[in-house]
């Protein structure tokens, strides 16, 4: 089972990829969403009814930028199997 994840989360502009990283990273050490993805921006933009309702509560938000996020998370996958796919998918590249 798979879960698509979308919001917002605070832009940094020297870093703005970074809350997004670290949030897929804090995502893949839990119990819960190891093997979480970050979706490319293009399957974001084709989404925009998702974050449309969103936009104008982020404007009301003074000083503050924010960067949207996608996240593709499996739900129940432990640690350890995320593991053992991403080893056998680079020992199938090493062959």
Do not use: H
Request: net charge neutral.
């Amino acid at each position: 089972e798979v879960l698509i994840s979308a919001g917002y989360t605070n832009f940094v502009p020297s870093q703005p990829y970074e809350r997004v990283r670290e949030m897929a990273r804090r995502l893949n050490e839990s119990q819960s969403f190891a093997g979480v993805d970050i979706l490319p921006e293009s399957m974001r933009v084709v989404r925009e009814d998702i974050f449309a309702p969103w936009i104008p509560f982020c404007k009301k938000i003074p000083r503050r930028q924010f960067k949207a996020f996608t996240f593709r998370m499996p739900v129940g996958r432990t640690a350890a199997a995320a593991a053992l796919d991403q080893r056998a998918a680079q020992d199938e590249e090493e062959e």
